[in-house]
């Protein structure tokens, strides 16, 4: 009899555990299963990433105030959906609404980031009337978050010196009249050109990071005897910057324009020490030894 219920309660102890080993099989491939998909999903992959480095990204959106007067979609939703038509790399505004069309696109996203995504042309008349200020200190406070968290400590220059890239850009070609404050030149056929140029910082790791720390416009006063240029531009960033990032230890990286008397002295004052980019040198950024070799 005793015999009996020994076996009994054996074989019990024995079905519990075989129970118990199945459902945690079944809830670990479930699991590995799920990890897997969301592995493979460029969205899932993108949300983690911001719910990690950027958790206030959507926050900070909100807080942007409203320029328009009748509006259909939020703010938010706008500006997030101009962010990921550059974060998935779509080559044009087209591209990103032929993804907007895709079911399982469009669920993805609106599940995860709990925005809708709008149509492209909506984004782009948003972005015309919206004052640049606002999207450009989005951009610097998300830079002073990362950099708070000290990611990209290990990519510094000797251990010390975060590598700045400053260079000009021209953005845009307009019709004349577009502003009083156009940049202008005549072009060899007699004709003159109207542009806006840019001049920018970029955060740049040997990784291939290349990360907006600011960027400043060139643009003519009302009256003037000498067009705004990149020197004057560099002048303004280089203030620009000792604001927004008063304790960041930076090492300029200039290509073959900058270095000239004015520059050198603007980097002193804010003490930056300058690596002269060479055209063709893609060593440049390898090892510390060869920017010894080369500064
Ligand atoms: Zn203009």
Redesign the pocket.
Known sequence: MKHTQKTRRHQQRTRTRQERQQKNWRNKTTRHHRNAEENRNLIFRLHKTIAHYFPQLFERLREIPECRTRPAYELVELLGAGLFLFVFKQGSRNAMNNDRDEPEFRRNYTRLFRLRLPHMDTVDDVLAVLDPEHPERLSVTLMQVILAKKTLRPFRLHGEWYRVVIDGTQVMT?QEG??P??LHRKLKNGTTQ?F?NVVAAKLVCPNGFCLPLASVWLMNPEEYNKQDCEPKGWRRLAHTLQQSYPRLPMCIVADGLSPNAPFFQCCREYGHPVIRWYIGCGRLFCSGKAIRRRA
Request: proline share 0%; glycine share 0%.
């Open positions: 307009v577009h502003c404050h156009c109207y806006h």
